[in-house]
Nanobody, 121 residues
Framework: VQLQASGGGLVQAGGSLRLSCAAS??????????MGWYRQAPGKQRELVAT???????NYADSVKGRFTISRDNAKNAVYLQMNSLNSGDTAVYYC??????????????WGKGTQVTVSS
């Protein structure tokens, strides 16, 4: 299973971006427990941005609550992140993550390659 993320780029402060991430080789996936987005700014550790379970339960970092919205399309094994009111603190590489089970019963904890989001002030 591989994750392909897209939608990053350069935006001015106050602007919006929408990130997308889809899982390939979906035929090997038995179930997805949760998908989410994490980010890593230069010199900082990777941190949680938002996650969403297969049932639609969401969890957000305090720093993005009210500005970011996570959603998913279970049929497409895809997850999205709508980011509004962006500020310089949101500048980071954003990583997509999937946690679930393969058809073989093995657990999955898959990371995408990351997409750069840069917010200019």
């Amino acid at each position: 299973v591989q994750l392909q993320a897209s939608g990053g780029g350069l935006v001015q402060a106050g602007g919006s971006l929408r990130l997308s991430c889809a899982a390939s080789a979906s035929g090997t996936i038995f179930s997805i427990n949760a998908m989410g987005w994490y980010r890593q700014a230069p010199g900082k550790q990777r941190e949680l941005v938002a996650t969403i379970t297969s049932g639609g339960r969401t969890n957000y970092a305090d720093s993005v609550k009210g500005r970011f919205t996570i959603s998913r399309d279970n049929a497409k094994n895809a997850v999205y992140l709508q980011m509004n009111s962006l500020n310089s603190g949101d500048t980071a590489v954003y990583y997509c993550n999937l946690k679930g089970l393969k058809n073989s019963g093995a657990g999955m904890d898959v990371w995408g390659k990351g997409t750069q989001v840069t917010v200019s002030s």
